[in-house]
Nanobody, 122 residues
Framework: QVQLVESGGGLVQTGGSLRLSCAAS????????MGWYRQAPGKQRELVAL???????RYADSVKGRFTISRDNAKNAVYLQMNSLQSEDTAVYYC????????????????WGQGTQVTVSS
C-alpha cells in the first residue's frame, strides 16, 4: 500500500502565501502523475494542479499565475506553492498520486492523502 501525508495548511490573510507538502511512503515502485485537489464546503472536489512524472504541468484557471506545483521524485514528494491567496482558495486540499506498488505493479492506483485545511481570511 501507499500512504500520502500532507502538511503545510493553515490560516493566512488575503494576499498571503502557503506551501503545501505531500510525501508518499510504502512499497512504491513508481509514481506517475501527482497532483493537488481541493474541496470547499458545499462544492465538489476540483483539480488544482497536476504534475506528470514527465511532461507539462496543468493548473486550474483560477490559480494560474498564483500557484506553482513541483515534485521531488527521489523523495516521492509533491509541493504546492500558493501565493496571492484569496478567500475563494479556502478549502481542504488533498494530495493525489497515481502509483505502482508491490501490490499493484502493472496498473497505477490512485491514492489520496487525508487532506489539509487552508483558510484565507480577509
Amino acid at each position: 500500500q501507499v500512504q500520502l501525508v500532507e502538511s503545510g495548511g493553515g490560516l493566512v490573510q488575503t494576499g498571503g502565501s502557503l506551501r503545501l507538502s505531500c510525501a508518499a511512503s510504502g512499497r512504491i515502485l513508481r509514481i506517475n502523475d501527482m497532483g493537488w485537489y481541493r474541496q470547499a464546503p458545499g462544492k465538489q472536489r476540483e483539480l488544482v494542479a497536476l504534475i506528470p512524472r514527465g511532461g507539462s504541468t496543468r493548473y486550474a484557471d483560477s490559480v494560474k499565475g498564483r500557484f506553482t506545483i513541483s515534485r521531488d521524485n527521489a523523495k516521492n514528494a509533491v509541493y504546492l506553492q500558493m501565493n496571492s491567496l484569496q478567500s475563494e482558495d479556502t478549502a481542504v486540499y488533498y494530495c493525489n498520486a497515481a502509483a505502482l506498488s508491490s501490490a499493484n505493479a502493472y496498473r497505477p492506483v490512485d491514492y489520496w492523502g487525508q487532506g489539509t485545511q487552508v483558510t484565507v481570511s480577509s
